[in-house]
T-cell receptor, first 116, second 114 residues
Framework: AQKITQTQPGMFVQEKEAVTLDCTYD???????LFWYKQPSSGEMIFLIY??????QNATEGRYSLNFQKARKSANLVISASQLGDSAMYFC?????????????FGDGTTLTVKP | NAGVTQTPKFQVLKTGQSMTLQCAQD?????MYWYRQDPGMGLRLIYY???????DKGEVPNGYNVSRLNKREFSLRLESAAPSQTSVYFC?????????????FGPGTRLTVL
């Protein structure tokens, strides 16, 4: 069974500082995708960044980067230069391929609060 | 280009009532999904449709049925609502279930069952 673990229920960061949100995963699949989503208080799910299991380089999207350590099965999200608008819930997710194609597993999320 | 749309946005039901949540996407995506999100938790997959004409159970399918009406539309039906089905329901779509394409989410339906 696939599992995503986010061990930080809540995190605080000072504005303009960097923050790392942890995510570990468990899968026996060789091919999978790892995603991070942001859910602000308004409730919508906003895609942030994607990392494929065969990608050798860490993904980056603007202020977001994904620290992918395949051997450790971790996919931590790094947000640089935090902004007040980054305050939200963040979810790590994994999509499977092969016989379980299409299925996604989500972690329980981390609530990030950016302090002015 | 509206992306993924869901109706209704809010709904209150009494125990035992039925309703259908509607979802449509205009991105010509093959795969569509229904998730539920309980307070303080992540999303759990209810059902998905890898392509038009196919549907499969996800992690929490009990109490729900789905219909992939055509390539654009994927509906979720609660035949006899229970308080345990109080949740926020998200529909999502992606281009191809064989890839690791990004899933695009609708705005959600907030359902309360009394």
């Amino acid at each position: 069974a696939q599992k995503i673990t986010q061990t930080q229920p809540g995190m605080f960061v000072q504005e303009k500082e960097a923050v790392t949100l942890d995510c570990t995963y468990d899968t026996s699949d060789q091919s999978y995708g790892l995603f991070w989503y942001k859910q602000p208080s308004s409730g919508e799910m906003i895609f942030l960044i994607y990392q494929g299991s065969y990608d050798e380089q860490n993904a980056t999207e603007g202020r977001y980067s994904l620290n992918f350590q395949k051997a450790r099965k971790s996919a931590n999200l790094v947000i640089s230069a935090s902004q007040l608008g980054d305050s939200a819930m963040y979810f790590c997710a994994m999509r499977q391929e092969g016989t379980n194609a299409g299925k996604s597993t989500f972690g329980d999320g981390t609530t990030l609060t950016v302090k002015p | 280009n509206a992306g993924v749309t869901q109706t209704p946005k809010f709904q209150v039901l009494k125990t035992g009532q039925s309703m259908t949540l509607q979802c449509a996407q205009d991105m010509n995506h093959n795969s569509m999904y229904w998730y539920r999100q309980d307070p303080g938790m992540g999303l759990r997959l209810i059902y998905y449709s890898a392509s038009e004409g196919t549907t499969d159970k996800g992690e929490v399918p009990n109490g729900y049925n789905v219909s992939r009406l055509n390539k654009r539309e994927f509906s979720l039906r609660l035949e006899s609502a229970a308080p345990s089905q109080t949740s926020v329901y998200f529909c999502a779509s992606t281009g191809d279930y064989l890839s690791t394409d990004t899933q695009y989410f609708g705005p959600g339906t907030r359902l309360t069952v009394l």
